[in-house]
């Protein structure tokens, strides 16, 4: 009858315009999740589980069905920069603008790349400079680039350790969980601040301005900070600027009962200079903590300590570093006396002077700073190390360096 022939028609055209969406919503949420444009054959294998879907439960579980099928794809769950078929084992060559968005938006907002990123990439023009520098300016704009600068913070600084650490309650009963999450997230805001202002790198270390929470200002010793939410406060305090005046970075690199010269040293030579220690010798006895007859200061047991020869070049290095912090206890506040070993007689004054390996002398970790300064082009290059391992996802070799640092010059700002 004319009418079955009009519900067979109205039928047939209901279902090539669900062809239709099903092929503009699966070839553009492809795009998206392969980061790349699609081609036909890609979408028509997403469009036959969604036929799939489609004869089970209507249109949406046919999307359904053809979004499960494009999230278990290799093109979405991997990244793989294709090797042109001309280039030689082991040697260099350029990526693609498509694999460039890729890299970058991994890199900078920790997520897939957007319409702007894959249509620039597409069009082969992502990698001319003055369009990559307007990129990368947009996407640090962005508020999805805090988490690159938050995860970034958290390898380099070594931030992530601090939710493992537990210092003694009995010494640190000040020490609790909201003070924790407050120490790391002073410092993740406080580097933030630093990217998105465009700070030069010597700031780092100098800043005279960090991010406060009334817990957070009371463990400073602080006055007039009220309330949970951060703020930025001005340093009156030179000891107390830049990262090296931070209590995460000071707890982090102690014991849960004591402060730590070698950590804090070998994480000043790690972060800041490039040059980490080798690993300690498997047969070196640590501090003896409870020999009465041993010298009752740290400075005085770690000099007794590089008395022992296979110790001896190392903690020449490491130890006068992190002597420019004992002033910082293992939560990160002042002192001026540290607790004495084994309990008895009176807390030794702490001195936080020394002669760093190259022969220049400090007192006090404000002077101990302005010599970092001083290496300014090394702190640079460790710094530039440490960024492109945490992009790359990768520790950087000799090659690298040959690459990345031939044309390095140190700008006025990073």
Request: with cysteine; aromatic share 8%.
């Amino acid at each position: 009858t004319a009418y079955e022939i009009g519900v067979r028609l109205v039928g047939s055209e209901m279902c090539i315009r669900d062809r239709v969406c099903a092929r503009e919503i699966l070839g553009s949420l492809a795009r998206r999740a392969y980061r790349r444009p699609v081609t036909d054959g890609e979408v028509d294998t997403l469009l036959g589980a969604y036929r799939e879907g489609r004869g089970d439960g209507g249109f949406d579980a046919g999307i359904e069905r053809g979004l499960e099928t494009l999230l278990a794809m290799p093109q979405f769950l991997l990244r793989v920069d294709a090797r042109p078929v001309d280039a030689q084992a082991g040697g260099v060559y350029a990526i693609s603008d498509l694999e460039l968005a890729s890299r970058l938006s991994f890199f900078l907002w920790r997520s897939l790349p957007d319409e702007e990123l894959i249509d620039l990439g597409a069009r082969e023009a992502l990698s001319a400079p003055e369009v990559l520098s307007a990129q990368v300016e947009r996407m640090l704009a962005d508020p999805r680039a805090s988490r690159f600068m938050d995860d970034f913070v958290g390898q380099w600084l070594q931030m992530r350790d601090i939710e493992s650490h537990n210092p003694d309650v009995r010494l640190f009963g000040a020490f609790i969980d909201t003070l924790r999450k407050s120490m790391v997230r002073e410092t993740e805001l406080f580097f933030q601040s630093q990217v998105r202002g465009d700070r030069p790198i010597g700031e780092l270390l100098l800043a005279d301005y960090t991010y406060l929470n009334e817990g957070l200002a009371r463990h400073y010793g602080v006055d007039d900070v009220y309330g949970s939410h951060f703020r930025r406060v001005e340093w009156n305090d030179e000891r107390r600027h830049g990262l090296l005046g931070h209590a995460s970075l000071l707890t982090v690199t102690s014991y849960a009962n004591r402060t730590s010269v070698v950590m804090r040293g070998k994480w000043v030579l790690d972060a800041r200079l490039g040059s980490p220690p080798p690993p300690a010798p498997a047969n070196v006895p640590p501090l003896d903590e409870n020999d009465a007859a041993a010298p009752t200061s740290l400075r005085e047991r770690m000099e007794a300590h590089r008395n022992n020869p296979v110790c001896a070049a190392c903690h020449r290095r490491m130890d006068p570093l992190g002597f420019a912090l004992e002033h910082f206890d293992a939560i990160g506040r002042w002192r001026t006396t540290e607790k004495v070993f084994g309990g008895q007689g009176d807390d030794p004054a702490v001195k936080a002077n020394g002669l760093l390996s190259d022969g220049r002398g400090y007192s006090g970790p404000e002077e101990f700073k302005q010599i970092l300064v001083a290496d300014l082009d090394r702190f640079a290059e460790a710094f530039v190390k440490q960024l492109a391992t945490f992009a790359l996802r990768r520790v950087m070799t000799i090659d690298d360096r040959a690459v990345s640092y031939t044309h390095l010059t140190l700008p006025t700002k990073a």
